[in-house]
């Protein structure tokens, strides 16, 4: 057993629930405890129970749910500290449910938390605090969240994403400060959306099943997830506009990855592009 337990927080799922369990516990004394931790534990359990369930039942066997345990720590530390406990249970819990029903052959298609998250807020109402991401605490306990965001970002090969990413959603923003008034972007490079800013491109933008392997794909993908966070911001104001940018770009990878197999495979066009990420010819594959 501990062989397994150390075998895995050498793995980047195992590093980063190391860095989101510190930054959770760095960040948590500010919200107050006992308002934040029922709606954390919960999450975690309920997402990691459902979890496993499934993949007892697609797989055969008892597997331990790391990926609903992380899942369910982001939502929670995306949504407001103050949100009923069931309402980010129930975020956390929709969010694993996700990976399984909207899925391409290779993985799931949308980032869960981001999706479960922009689900919330029409379902439930929801606001996002980015709590976890620092947005309270001493500037020089944020250094946390930057070097172990580096250091993920690293372990996971995909800092041209960030990179490509920073660079267009900062040169955006600069840009229109300069043309309109200054004071609309202002907020942008304070806090709390620029610790969001930073939690979201090192920790959500990276997931790997969702994002380019690819350096060039990356720096596609990056630039694409900045300008339509930006056109968000800009013309909609919605206040989930980066998660909203990151469902873009999981679109825009999955249909990159089914192009790149679709002159194999069968034509191009939309129709087989919703074929392939329907939940339906999972289960006729399963069956088969």
Not at 136 to 162: C, H, W
């Amino acid at each position: 057993m501990r062989h397994k337990a150390k075998k895995f927080f050498k793995t980047p799922k195992g590093m980063l629930t190391i860095i989101l369990v510190l930054l959770a516990a760095v960040a948590a004394p500010g919200q107050g405890l006992r308002t934040l931790l029922p709606g954390l534990v919960t999450a975690m359990l309920a997402a990691g129970t459902v979890d496993a369930m499934l993949l007892r039942w697609r797989k055969g066997a008892w597997e331990f749910p790391d990926g609903a345990l992380l899942t369910a720590l982001i939502v929670a530390m995306v949504l407001r500290a103050q949100e009923p406990w069931h309402v980010v249970t129930l975020t956390a819990v929709f969010a694993v449910l996700s990976k399984y029903a909207v899925r391409s052959r290779s993985a799931n298609v949308f980032n869960p938390a981001a999706l479960a998250i922009v689900a919330s807020f029409y379902v439930f109402h929801t606001g996002q605090s980015w709590w976890g991401a620092l947005t309270e605490v001493s500037i020089y306990l944020q250094i946390v969240l930057i070097a172990a965001g580096i250091f993920i970002t690293d372990r996971v090969n995909k800092m041209p994403l960030v990179l490509s990413f920073f660079g267009s959603y900062f040169l955006l923003f600069t840009v229109t400060s300069f043309v309109r008034d200054p004071r609309w972007v202002a907020e942008i490079f304070r806090s709390p959306d620029l610790e969001a800013a930073l939690f979201f491109a090192f920790i959500i933008l990276t997931d790997p099943p969702t994002s380019p392997a690819k350096y060039p794909d990356q720096l596609v993908c990056g630039v694409i997830v900045a300008v339509v966070s930006f056109t968000l911001f800009e013309w909609a104001g919605v206040v989930y506009y980066l998660l909203a940018g990151v469902l873009v770009g999981n679109v825009w990878e999955a249909w990159r990855r089914l192009h790149r197999r679709s002159t194999r495979s069968f034509p191009h066009g939309i129709v087989p592009f919703l074929r392939e990420i329907s939940p339906w010819r999972q289960t006729y594959h399963k069956a088969a």
